[in-house]
Every structure is written in structure tokens, then in C-alpha cells.
């Protein structure tokens, strides 16, 4: 497996030792590694043109496929309100939080985060906008043509002890300053809430992997860069791209828009997009990411 020691702005690297386990204990002791799987899902959301892949087909299959690759924790995109209550109904086993990211509440798409109820401690949860003031309830970022959010959860790993941050997110599709201000934006906040902790950010980009805004979150040079978990993994699989309009694209035209990264401590043991169909109908009209990391 390739380990990755990836560095932490130099305030957080102080506190990982207490972060990453319970007690305090320093980095390196010998409780036992936190191993993890964690999805990102762009679910679609629930358009009544999308005919016979819309959610009513969709949603058994979905809930099913988080099921089957017993995910730890999973990063959603594009639900509404409705369709997250399906996923609550169909996956009793998991917490799930997040709003609406129009009002704050229930009105539009959640970036909701589900994590498995019985393995985690919640100790803090969150949702922001991706704006210039990203503690207002549906503000609109910059040049972004949509009110974009991240939610965000420090939970804690019953099993190892080690506490982490799951943060999930969709940046905008249309606006340039909006992307690159919405990473500036999940640096600093990340900084702030991780409490240096292992950081894993979950989403859908809107950027492909050659793209200015994945080179500005991976740069080597900036203390607060996170990695593509992808470009670590001891095994990759599926295909190279993510996004596929429900098959529509021809393979040359299919990007890689949705991502797991890194920050921290840990081993990426395997990614993978799962391009799986049944009866030639997809899960969504993008591919779930599915990544195993061992947070030591």
C-alpha cells in the first residue's frame, strides 16, 4: 500500500496527536488503524423529465449499492428533500445530516453526508455556503450560477478511537471565481473546524483531473493541500471518468468530476469508480466513488 503523510497547515500538525485518537495518544502509538469506506454520490436529483431513470427507479438501486459496499461514511450531491427521506427510509442503519441549500432548512438540493450510526460519535456538525458569506442560509457565491453548500461532521471512530473530518461538497458548474473562491473557502474552514484532524472532502467538482482547480487543491506547495485519493491508491478500478449522463456521452467525451481527498495520516488502499449497471440502467447520471483508507 502506498502511505501518504500528508502535511497539515503548521497550527493543525500540533494538534493531530490529540485529534486523531481518543485519549490523546500520540501519532504513532499502537491502537488499532481506523479503516474506512467512503463514497462520493452524485445522486441525480429528482427530475420528472428524466423518465425511466428517474428516482422512483432509481432509489431501491441506490440505497442497495451503499448497502452492498458497506460505505462507512458517503457524501451525497443533488438530493432533495424527498429523496433523502427515501435514502433514511431504506438505510435505517445511518445518521444523516444536512439542509437545503436555498433556505438553510428543506427548500433545494442537500450536500447530505450519511455516515453509519452505530460506528461513529458525532461531535460537531455543520452545513456552510460556498459565498462570501458562507454562515448566511442561501447565499450566492460570487460569479456561481447556484447557491452551492459544503456540510461538514468531526465524528468519532467507536472502534479506533480516531476522530476525523468528513466534509461534502458540489461546487459550481458555470462560475470560475466560484470554484476557485469555494476552494480558498474549504481550506480555511476546514483549518478551522478539522481541529487537525485527518480530513476527508467528498463532492462533485464540476472539474476534471487536468483542471486549474484540482491542481490549486492538490498543490504540493500550499500547506493546506489535500490529495486526490486516486493518484495514492494501492489499487485503482472502473473507468476514468465519473460522470455520463445516464450513458448518454460517448466514452471519449465522459470526464472525471467527482473526487475523494486526503489530508493526514493514512493509507488509500484501494479507489474506485463503480460504472455498474443493471439491465443497462444506471445508478445515477454519475458513478459513485468508492475509496478505502486506513487512518493510522
Not at 58 to 67: E, L, P
Not at 192 to 195: F, I, K
Given at each position: 500500500m502506498k502511505k501518504i503523510a500528508i502535511a497539515l497547515a503548521a497550527t493543525a500538525t500540533v494538534m493531530l496527536g490529540a485529534c486523531g485518537n481518543n485519549g490523546g495518544t500520540a501519532t504513532g502509538s499502537t491502537a488499532d488503524d481506523c479503516r474506512l469506506n467512503v463514497m462520493s454520490f452524485n445522486i441525480r436529483y429528482d427530475n420528472p423529465d428524466d423518465s425511466l431513470d428517474n428516482w422512483k427507479y432509481?432509489?431501491?438501486?441506490?440505497?442497495?449499492?451503499?448497502?452492498f459496499y458497506d460505505a462507512d461514511i458517503v457524501g451525497t450531491q443533488e438530493v432533495l428533500k424527498n429523496q433523502l427521506d427515501d435514502l433514511k427510509e431504506r438505510l435505517p442503519q445511518y445518521t444523516a445530516i444536512g439542509v437545503g441549500r436555498d433556505d438553510g432548512e428543506e427548500d433545494g438540493e442537500y450536500n447530505a453526508l450519511l455516515f453509519k450510526t452505530e460506528r461513529f460519535d458525532s461531535l460537531e456538525t455543520g452545513t456552510f455556503w460556498l459565498s462570501e458569506t458562507p454562515d448566511v442560509p442561501g447565499s450566492l457565491g460570487w460569479d456561481g450560477a447556484c447557491k452551492r453548500v459544503a456540510t461538514w461532521a468531526r465524528l468519532r471512530d467507536r472502534e479506533s478511537g480516531k476522530t476525523l473530518l468528513a466534509v461534502n461538497t458540489h461546487l459550481d458548474h458555470v462560475g470560475v471565481t466560484a470554484r476557485r473562491e469555494g476552494i480558498n473557502l474549504l481550506f480555511n474552514k476546514i483549518n478551522?473546524?478539522?481541529?487537525g484532524c485527518p480530513v476527508i472532502l467528498t463532492g462533485d467538482f464540476n472539474s476534471t483531473p487536468d483542471s486549474d482547480v484540482?491542481?490549486?487543491?492538490?498543490?504540493?506547495t500550499n500547506p493546506n493541500h489535500l490529495t486526490d485519493s486516486r493518484s495514492v491508491a494501492s489499487v485503482v478500478y472502473g473507468p476514468e471518468w465519473s460522470w455520463h449522463d445516464f450513458g448518454k456521452l460517448p466514452y471519449d467525451r465522459r470526464?472525471?468530476?467527482?473526487?475523494?481527498?486526503?489530508?493526514?495520516?493514512?493509507?488509500?488502499e484501494r479507489y474506485g469508480v463503480l460504472a455498474e449497471t443493471e439491465n443497462e440502467a444506471f445508478l445515477s447520471d454519475h458513478s459513485p466513488v468508492l475509496v478505502t483508507v486506513d487512518i493510522n
Open positions: 432509481r432509489k431501491d438501486r441506490a440505497a442497495k449499492a451503499i448497502r478551522e473546524l478539522g481541529q484540482v491542481a490549486h487543491i492538490t498543490d504540493s470526464p472525471l468530476i467527482d473526487y475523494v481527498f486526503v489530508r493526514g495520516d493514512m493509507e488509500v
